[in-house]
């Protein structure tokens, strides 16, 4: 017993020492460098389209801010400048509860319930889903959005949602169980100071088992962060889930995953769920090239994969792997003579350009290189200090927010810069300078989602959607209910944006779809 | 609510309150392993950068909480390896770790002057048990040992500490 005593007052007095340790006084910085591999992961997430649902009119509580634009070209000696105006009409969004409007029909289906569908005019709709159960959102290949519930025991239902309808689908569950033996894996990966060389780890096979529903040609796993684990002698260990391939209804792609926790390395396999045979559609690709290799993943044509790929951890870039004749491809390199000092960013796959910054502690500048005629153009001049980030300088006033766009905050307003344009820069007029705004373009970089957050809150008070082909912009105020948690935003497909939120009392969850009709 | 499937989707909201949850635990443990507020706080932040970037690796067989402790404790170890300069066995933990090296006079960094008696394996036991406050599975999965195994090294530590009391 004293020993016991003892030994809990050392680790009480070591506790409370620890409780006595200084907190961090930095940040979270949602820095270049993390938009610059939000960039990469966007640009290799498969291209999703869209069908448009005949939506139809349902009493509307809610009214947006349409909004209506002007787009004003200046002359400059150097670059074009151009302003986007958002002009609002005054009203807000009333996110709905759960309880339905008196006429509106009964669209509760097993436990998600659509509470409103709302069409607010011929080029954009609202619906607002709550379920008590988890609730999710898919886009099928044809576009169609489906609602996805999951209980607690792990019981998956999937709905339909389209001309306004909710449509609970019965569909059979079928299980298959394929045996897994990667002959030899390509590569060494680096990460955290951990370090593997897989090339000669003899690996065991491996019995997986997917459980998936059939819904058309779409294949529709039942639980899509399953995984099935199993180990590799003392040393290593693995992980399996299954992922979709865009296009195909019979095909899935298992991503095999050694070390997951620390080299966090992925290799791919091909699944089909009609023959069982399982296939290595890598295996005679020479990576000889490329010893350090990770995020290997094929694209739904089966007929090329993409990679993050270099000579060491710190050297990655995204390579294309023809399965066909086995060459691979990269972005290509630059000549070394841009007179960066500080951030490089690499404009996507394929493209001679570059933006990057140069500076002092005083003042730092943005420019455009065009590696064919090797000439930089200045964008921009801060009279700021850079902030550092680690060892990486940082400029305050301007965010990468991939796709060859950044956003640039110059004294109280704000402007959205096309570098694939030569930096034309457009004026946002209306949006404010501050930490609490964030920006998220879609996939296919036509619409900008502009998110205004209340202070110390992950909720949207004010969200714009601004096409960029067109420049005109949705911008509207919202009014949440009290107890309304949101904490996900994101572009479903490149119409569908999606707000996902709680009820923090009754933890009822909540999906908002917002569409846009071209 | 799970945030790593979010911030592997590229929610960036996700990656902020999954910041704000768990910086504390982070910078503290990150600080016990360098020694090094200033050091502590760039390791922290390049802790988040690497959650973002892998949070699609991020599978369900260990907590978020342990997954982000395995990552901070990697970084600060390599930010320490590459202080020195040397080369060592990516297995080993670097001899400069847990050693007060650079804190400002406000910081309290009592806690590294209790376990200064340890050896380097019984300091990140303790570190990963009280600072980052894991479980002995957790801290097994992250040390390459049996939950078992880390439960007796942490009673070998603190019997270990008593003796020098």
Redesign the interface.
Known sequence: MIRFHKFNSIEVKLRQTADFMPEPTKGLPISDAMEERQKDRRNTAPHKQRHVPDWRTAVIVLVILAAGSTTVLAASPKLRAAIAQFFSFGTVEEIPVDELEEDMEEQTKGSLTLIQDVTLDPHFSAAYASSSESLSLLTTSSGMPLFCTQSEKGETVYYSFAGGILKELALDTHRLTALVQPDKLPGIMSYGGEAADYSNLVLPPVELTISWKQYGSEILIDDLESTERFSIGDIHDGQCYFKTLRGQSEIVEVCFILDGQLTGYEYPFLLNLTTGEVSDPLSDIDFSAWPCITELSIDGNLHTATAMAGSSHNDLQKITIDLITGKITAAPKFSGKVPADNYILSFPVGSRKLFYTTGTEESSSGYIYDAETEKSTLLFTDTAAYSMWGEVPVSRYWEDIGYGYIIYFENDSVSLINLNEGGLKTKLEGIPVSRNVSFFMNDESTILSISIREEDSFNTEKLCLLNLKTMKAWYFERNLPSETVEWTNYWNSEYEYVIEAQNEVTQTNYIYLYQYTP | ?KLL??IA?????????L?EQQ??KV??LI??ITGD?FL???V???T???V???A???????SETA?IA??AR??A??SL?RRRYETVG?ETIPDNAFTVQN?DE??????LD??KELSQQEKDV?CLR??ADLSWKEIG??T?QSADASRKRY?RS??K??SH?
């Open positions: 609510m499937p979010k989707k590229g929610d960036l909201y996700a990656l902020e309150l910041y910086k504390i910078y503290r600080l016990s507020s502590a706080e760039d922290t932040q390049e988040f950068l690497r973002q970037n892998q699609q690796s991020y599978r369900k067989d260990i997954w395995a990552i990697n970084l170890y390599d390896r990516m804190v406000q910081s309290n960094v009592e806690f209790l376990i303790i009280i600072v999965q992250i390459g009673t603190l019997e500490l008593r009391m």
